[in-house]
């Protein structure tokens, strides 16, 4: 089969199980943004994706986002992985969002080189292993008082990643993380905290049931889609 049909079925099929999910959660579908992670791919066959009809697309390297960002430009690129300081100011003109805000340091980094508000969220390591970077839940309030200071950064809400284990074993690492926004939002009602980034290929449909606005897919976009 050509990669492109092989996608198209991958895409539909993790279409039906996003729309799945949303009914068993009552939710609507609109309310669920698929990120399509491309960390594994060419940008050729990351290209094929808005050629589908998928525009948000996900790297957690921000090296492999600006060459794939520099051939996909009718793309919206989230940055979901590690960022380093020096790495900002490449990284601000070509991201729609920023997801891996896991340091205050990095807040205030951001903040001071953006040129136009940008989105970020707020990484928070809610499944307690130590190998996993970002605040810890306890932290994240105290993050209150640097909010109402920035000017171009918008705080929209928050992200983690699940311990790898069964999707049912991940329930609480969401039920933490949606609660902890519902926390946040109490803090600062002037605020428009409205995301949630949780959900990967293992466990996104419990994330849906569980709150996620945004969910961040790879693996099984690809399975079976070779270069
Ligand atoms: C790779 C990656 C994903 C996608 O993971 P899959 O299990 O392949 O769906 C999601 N989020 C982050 C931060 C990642 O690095």
Same mark, same amino acid.
């Given at each position: ?14 279409? *039906? ?19 399509? &992670? ?25 090296? *492999? ?35 891996? &805000? ?11 080189? /953006? ?28 993050? &209150? ?23 049912? /074993? ?15 939002? /109490? ?41």
């Amino acid at each position: 089969m050509d990669i492109r049909q092989k996608l198209r079925d991958n895409l539909a099929r993790v279409e *039906e199980r996003i729309a799945n999910a949303c009914a068993r959660a009552n939710r609507k579908r609109s309310g669920v943004t698929l990120v399509a &992670v491309t960390k594994t791919v060419s940008p050729d066959l990351a290209k094929l994706l808005p050629e589908l009809g998928v525009y948000d697309l996900g790297e957690n390297r921000p090296q *492999e986002l600006w060459r794939k960002a520099a051939s996909i430009t009718d793309a919206r690129w989230h940055l979901i992985g590690h960022l380093q300081r020096n790495k900002v100011e490449k990284t601000l003109p070509l991201v729609t969002m920023i997801h891996s &805000v896991d340091r205050e340091r990095l807040l205030l980094e951001i903040e001071r080189q /953006a040129q136009r508000p940008i989105d970020v969220l707020l990484e928070v390591n809610a499944s307690g292993e130590l190998s996993k970077s970002g605040f810890n839940p306890g932290e994240v309030t105290s993050v &209150v008082s640097i909010l109402s200071t920035l000017r171009q950064v918008q705080v929209r809400g928050l992200m983690t990643m699940a311990a790898l284990q069964t999707p049912e /074993a991940c329930r609480p690492t969401f039920i933490l993380l949606r609660e902890l926004l519902e926390k946040l939002r /109490a803090a600062c009602p002037k605020h428009r905290l409205d995301h949630l980034s949780m959900g990967m290929s293992n466990d996104f449909e419990v994330a849906i049931e569980e709150g996620a606005t945004l969910i961040r897919l790879g693996t099984v976009l690809w399975e079976g889609v070779e270069a």
